[in-house]
């Protein structure tokens, strides 16, 4: 089944993503990375470029920040004192933590290690970064009801919530 991709499609691509030069920072593994299109499940700029394709299709799209990681923000980098950290914890920078928000779990980066605090960076990795995205879309097929519902896809036996 091959129609093309929009919402409530699963979509399975392979895809390269490079920085603005050049620089490889992912690609899919082997086989395709499979998403539910029109759930918010990848970013927006590159979901919104790849309604409409079919399988077989290749494509170069190019994400601006705003539609893809967002911005950098200053105001996301936090000063948290040292003794708020477990003693036997080794803090370097660029140690990733994960904590609870108000919004579920989030990445916080060890930026700068200061005397008596530890600035923390919860900004994404790829913020600010523009996208250069190449992908080839590989299947299409409607989600299942339960899918939909979810907003996520199922895959062949396991789903993850
Ligand atoms: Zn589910």
Same mark, same amino acid.
């Given at each position: 089944m091959s129609g093309k991709v929009s919402k409530n499609n699963v979509v399975g691509f392979t895809y390269t993503l490079q920085d603005s030069n050049g620089v490889l920072l992912d690609q899919s593994e082997d086989e395709a990375l499979e998403y539910l299109q029109g759930h918010q499940n990848i970013v927006p700029g590159l979901e919104s470029a790849l309604e409409g394709l079919s399988v077989g299709d290749k494509q170069v799209v190019v994400v601006l920040p705003e539609e893809g990681y967002g911005l950098w923000e200053q105001d996301l980098i936090q000063p948290f004192p040292r003794d708020a950290f477990p003693d036997d914890l080794e803090l370097y920078v660029g140690l990733e933590l994960e904590t609870e928000s108000g919004h579920g779990p989030i990445v916080l980066r060890v930026q700068e290690i200061q005397e008596d605090q530890v600035m923390m960076d919860a900004n994404h990795p790829?913020?600010? *970064?523009?996208?250069?995205? !190449? +992908? *080839?879309?590989? !299947? +299409?097929?409607p989600a299942t009801p339960e899918e939909i519902e979810h907003g996520h896809v199922h895959s062949k036996g396991h789903h993850h919530h």
């Open positions: 790829l913020a600010g *970064e523009t996208l250069h995205f !190449s +992908v *080839e879309i590989k !299947s +299409v097929r």
